[in-house]
């Protein structure tokens, strides 16, 4: 079609004052008209470039993890073609650059509930779980591995995934989940805070005061933000350096039989005295908001999803990136274990020390010193919440923008996120600080609340992760799916060991019990919806030998 150029139309721009200006902003939309007109139908290099930058227009209308302006360029990446895997050899230099997005996701493995439980399993069980420690630590490095692989491979976080591959219904119940996971998880983050500041305040700052001045940190990552990605990736470095220092230096103190510390780590060993620490120590492992967070914080490096080459060398440098900083989170969850095993294993008090006690009953057994070892808990237990608190507050962004696609700016949705946790946590403080005992209570509901969510991240990470319609080549293959549903299906069943015997103990009337039973059939419904949408080999088995439950199922 031969038209004639839109110049020809113009107005002379000697045309003066506001109808010169009016005639210009006319001859522009003309322009833009006359150029979707002569769109031809064939797609041509340049209408295909056009098509494309439309697309991505579009695609700038909706909620992206990072905006291109905040990513990390990689210098010499590989500039491969759409069709090549070949990657280059391995750099150093390319590391460091991938370095920061596995150091966020594992303080999830160090916040204050993970070390209550490390040193509930000192106290009780001594060195004899320290096995357990380190093979729950390999499955969260795998659950991990596959949230990074899908972020990179897809461009997209799992929150995004979930809400275009599940029925809005199922969408908005897998959203409330995970708020509730995170909820539960910041309560748990800010009280540790709290209790830290009480202690390092020698008791004059009260447990409210400590949640307050930790929900500031909201400020302090809005802040953080404003000056890039590196920035707050330095401040967790010097954060976790502060734990793995003040548990170190615990550790040192501590003394423990390194013998026995050896034999725990590679003797299997369990009795049933120690099973409800063992279920406890599995099920700190696997935090559902990590598993979200993960998948959304390794788009803060450009990789271009439809570059195969640049895939393939991004989830290489994040497989190693993320086996080092899990590798720290362990060594630090270990100084703990032992340090509690040495100095409480076999007493009176070893059933009774908790996260609100351990400072006191550490100072009773290894005294004042140089630096009172009261203080040096303080301190890595200060920086284990506030970390992980900003970090929850990360991950809240990532699930409320992903799930329901809002397009907010970054500082409110951090407010909403922030007050969401804060509000229930200031009252939880308020009600919960009459004595030790009703703090412990609140602290096993709040870890049932995180246990009986962890299907929800997992199941849709591994339906989405084997899907080629959403990971093309990068689908993982059929040993390792296998592995993957093994390792979901022994954390969910430990954790329904520990449901179980939780209602089981706690349950009491008929109203409440028929509250619980007709929540749990609930429950069980939704998490075999899950499985059936997933068409995987767990529910073809659970097809094929339970038909009566299954047989009037579809997928």
Same mark, same amino acid.
């Given at each position: 079609?031969?038209?004639?150029?839109?110049?020809?139309?113009?107005?002379?721009?000697?045309?003066?004052?506001?109808?010169?200006?009016q005639l210009q902003s006319r001859e522009q939309e003309d322009r833009e008209e006359e150029?979707?007109?002569?769109?031809?139908?064939?797609?041509?290099?340049?209408?295909?470039?056009?098509?494309?930058?439309?697309?991505?227009?579009?695609?700038?209308?909706?909620?992206?993890?990072?905006?291109?302006?905040?990513?990390?360029?990689?210098?010499?990446?590989?500039?491969?073609?759409?069709?090549?895997?070949?990657?280059?050899?391995?750099?150093?230099?390319?590391?460091?650059?991938?370095?920061?997005?596995?150091?966020?996701?594992?303080?999830?493995?160090?916040?204050?509930?993970?070390?209550?439980?490390?040193?509930?399993?000192?106290?009780?069980?001594?060195?004899?779980?320290?096995?357990?420690?380190?093979?729950?630590?390999?499955?969260?490095?795998?659950? =991990?591995?596959?949230?990074?692989?899908?972020?990179?491979?897809?461009?997209?976080?799992?929150?995004?995934?979930?809400?275009?591959?599940?029925?809005?219904?199922?969408?908005?119940?897998?959203?409330?989940?995970?708020?509730?996971?995170?909820?539960?998880?910041?309560?748990?983050?800010?009280?540790?805070?709290?209790?830290?500041?009480?202690?390092?305040?020698?008791?004059?700052?009260?447990?409210?005061?400590?949640?307050?001045?930790?929900?500031?940190?909201?400020?302090?990552?809005?802040?953080?933000?404003?000056?890039?990605?590196?920035?707050?990736?330095?401040?967790?470095?010097?954060?976790?350096?502060?734990?793995?220092?003040?548990?170190?230096?615990?550790?040192?103190?501590?003394?423990?039989?390194?013998?026995?510390?050896?034999?725990?780590?590679?003797?299997?060993?369990?009795?049933?005295?120690?099973?409800?620490?063992?279920?406890?120590?599995?099920?700190?492992?696997?935090?559902?908001?990590?598993?979200?967070?993960?998948?959304?914080?390794?788009?803060?490096?450009?990789?271009?999803?439809?570059?195969?080459? =640049?895939?393939?060398?991004?989830?290489?440098?994040?497989?190693?990136?993320?086996?080092?900083?899990?590798?720290?989170?362990?060594?630090?969850?270990?100084?703990?274990?032992?340090?509690?095993?040495?100095?409480?294993?076999?007493?009176?008090?070893?059933?009774?020390?908790?996260?609100?006690?351990?400072?006191?009953?550490?100072?009773?057994?290894?005294?004042?010193?140089?630096?009172?070892?009261?203080?040096?808990?303080?301190?890595?237990?200060?920086?284990?919440?506030?970390?992980?608190?900003?970090?929850?507050?990360?991950?809240?962004?990532?699930?409320?923008?992903?799930?329901?696609?809002?397009?907010?700016?970054?500082?409110?949705?951090?407010?909403?996120?922030?007050?969401?946790?804060?509000?229930?946590?200031?009252?939880?403080?308020?009600?919960?600080?009459k004595s030790e005992s009703s703090l412990d209570v609140l602290n096993e509901w709040l870890?049932?609340?995180?246990?009986?969510?962890?299907?929800?991240?997992?199941?849709?990470?591994?339906?989405?992760?084997?899907?080629?319609?959403?990971?093309?080549?990068?689908?993982?293959?059929?040993?390792? =799916?296998?592995?993957?549903?093994?390792?979901?299906?022994?954390?969910?069943?430990?954790?329904?060991?520990?449901?179980?015997?939780?209602?089981?103990?706690?349950?009491?009337?008929?109203?409440f019990g028929l509250f619980v039973s007709v929540w749990t059939a609930a429950y069980v419904?939704?998490?075999?919806?899950?499985?059936?949408?997933?068409?995987?080999?767990?529910?073809?088995?659970?097809?094929?030998?339970?038909?009566?439950?299954?047989?009037?199922?579809?997928?």
């Amino acid at each position: 079609m031969n038209s004639p150029p839109p110049q020809q139309h113009a107005v002379p721009i000697s045309t003066p004052g506001l109808e010169s200006q009016q005639l210009q902003s006319r001859e522009q939309e003309d322009r833009e008209e006359e150029s979707h007109r002569l769109l031809p139908s064939s797609a041509s290099p340049s209408s295909e470039s056009a098509l494309i930058k439309s697309g991505e227009n579009i695609a700038d209308d909706e909620e992206a993890a990072y905006e291109s302006r905040e990513k990390i360029l990689i210098e010499d990446f590989e500039l491969d073609s759409p069709t090549c895997s070949t990657v280059p050899p391995f750099s150093f230099k390319k590391l460091w650059l991938f370095t920061g997005p596995g150091f966020l996701m594992s303080i999830a493995f160090l916040d204050p509930g993970n070390l209550e439980g490390d040193l509930q399993a000192g106290a009780i069980a001594g060195y004899s779980l320290l096995w357990l420690l380190m093979w729950a630590t390999a499955m969260g490095l795998l659950i =991990q591995l596959l949230s990074a692989r899908i972020g990179v491979a897809t461009g997209r976080h799992l929150a995004e995934l979930c809400r275009e591959e599940y029925p809005f219904w199922a969408g908005i119940v897998l959203w409330i989940m995970a708020e509730l996971a995170l909820i539960g998880a910041d309560i748990q983050e800010v009280i540790g805070s709290a209790i830290a500041i009480q202690i390092l305040s020698r008791g004059f700052l009260p447990l409210w005061a400590g949640v307050l001045i930790t929900a500031s940190d909201c400020f302090v990552f809005l802040l953080l933000e404003n000056y890039g990605v590196r920035k707050l990736e330095a401040v967790f470095a010097v954060l976790i350096s502060t734990m793995a220092l003040s548990f170190a230096w615990m550790f040192a103190d501590a003394k423990p039989n390194k013998t026995e510390l050896l034999i725990g780590l590679l003797i299997p060993k369990l009795s049933s005295r120690t099973i409800r620490q063992a279920v406890g120590v599995v099920g700190c492992v696997i935090m559902p908001h990590n598993v979200f967070l993960h998948s959304a914080l390794v788009q803060s490096r450009q990789v271009d999803p439809k570059k195969k080459g =640049q895939v393939q060398e991004a989830i290489n440098y994040y497989s190693i990136e993320c086996t080092a900083a899990l590798l720290v989170s362990f060594m630090i969850n270990l100084f703990v274990t032992a340090v509690f095993a040495k100095g409480f294993y076999g007493t009176k008090q070893a059933n009774s020390i908790g996260l609100v006690n351990a400072g006191q009953y550490l100072e009773e057994k290894y005294g004042g010193g140089f630096f009172p070892i009261l203080y040096i808990w303080g301190i890595g237990l200060l920086a284990a919440g506030q970390s992980s608190t900003i970090t929850g507050t990360y991950a809240g962004q990532f699930i409320m923008g992903g799930f329901l696609n809002l397009r907010l700016k970054k500082s409110l949705r951090a407010l909403i996120t922030r007050s969401c946790a804060i509000i229930p946590t200031i009252i939880v403080a308020l009600v919960f600080n009459k004595s030790e005992s009703s703090l412990d209570v609140l602290n096993e509901w709040l870890n049932v609340l995180q246990s009986v969510q962890i299907p929800f991240a997992l199941i849709p990470l591994l339906t989405l992760v084997s899907k080629e319609q959403v990971m093309g080549v990068f689908k993982i293959g059929p040993t390792l =799916q296998r592995a993957a549903w093994t390792v979901a299906a022994l954390v969910i069943v430990i954790n329904g060991y520990l449901l179980f015997h939780f209602f089981l103990s706690e349950v009491d009337g008929f109203l409440f019990g028929l509250f619980v039973s007709v929540w749990t059939a609930a429950y069980v419904a939704f998490v075999m919806y899950l499985i059936s949408h997933s068409n995987s080999e767990i529910w073809d088995w659970l097809s094929r030998f339970v038909p009566n439950i299954f047989a009037s199922s579809g997928n």
